[in-house]
Antibody
Framework: QVTLKESGPVLVKPTETLTLTCTVSGFSLSNARMGVSWIRQPPGKALEWLAHIFSNDEKSYSTSLKSRLTISKDTSKSQVVLTMTNMDPVDTATYYC?????????????WGQGTLVTVSS | DIQMTQSPSSLSASVGDRVTITCQASQDISNYLNWYQQKPGKAPKLLIYDASNLETGVPSRFSGSGSGTDFTFTISSLQPEDIATYYCQQYDNLPPTFGQGTKLEIK
């Protein structure tokens, strides 16, 4: 059974750094056909892709947020970590991690429940 | 970045209606297009991948078509449980990008 679960602070202050952890089970982060993406959704707004990482450590970032994001993984702990620096109230959103299934296709086939992060002083 | 434009942004339909949503890419993305369903307060769920392939366990009333820049998502007979927001997403080019969503309501 594949599951993903996001964890991290529910409240951060402006200018602080956000660190979110995605803990996965039911698949391995060393599997060449799997990766993990982070996606966020401000309240009442659309989904926004943030970053992904694959087993070979290939990483990619949102064009607009690239300078603020870092994604990494700890395969032994089955965890993917996303950090976002210099948080602002506009970064208030639900943050999701999702599994990427790759091969001839590339799809986000399992999602975590999401974690709401509020940025406020 | 590739821009994905969905239409309409919202629509209201009756149970049993055929519902169609379109998604247009700003450049050719072949068939690298997925559709997701998001119910209120829940995480998105994959329905269609590679433009027209039904994800395992998804009811057959959902379907997708298209290639290149123009794509269509269809619900053949709307059910009450289909009330949700639907998103298209391309992954032909990095970064992957989502459409702005189509909110579906029951009339």
């Amino acid at each position: 059974q594949v599951t993903l679960k996001e964890s991290g602070p529910v409240l951060v202050k402006p200018t602080e750094t956000l660190t979110l952890t995605c803990t996965v089970s039911g698949f391995s982060l060393s599997n060449a056909r799997m990766g993990v993406s982070w996606i966020r959704q401000p309240p009442g707004k659309a989904l926004e892709w943030l970053a992904h990482i694959f087993s070979n450590d290939e990483k990619s970032y949102s064009t607009s947020l690239k300078s603020r994001l870092t994604i990494s993984k700890d395969t032994s702990k089955s965890q993917v970590v996303l950090t976002m620096t210099n948080m602002d109230p506009v970064d208030t959103a639900t943050y999701y991690c999702a599994r990427i299934r790759v091969g001839a296709t590339r799809k986000l086939d399992y999602w975590g429940q999401g974690t709401l992060v509020t940025v406020s002083s | 970045d590739i821009q994905m434009t969905q239409s309409p942004s919202s629509l209201s339909a009756s149970v049993g209606d055929r519902v169609t949503i379109t998604c247009q890419a700003s450049q050719d993305i072949s068939n690298y297009l997925n559709w997701y369903q998001q119910k209120p307060g829940k995480a998105p769920k994959l329905l269609i991948y590679d433009a027209s392939n039904l994800e395992t366990g998804v009811p057959s009333r959902f379907s997708g078509s298209g290639s290149g820049t123009d794509f269509t998502f269809t619900i053949s007979s709307l059910q009450p449980e289909d009330i949700a927001t639907y998103y298209c997403q391309q992954y032909d080019n990095l970064p992957p990008t989502f459409g702005q969503g189509t909110k579906l309501e029951i009339k």
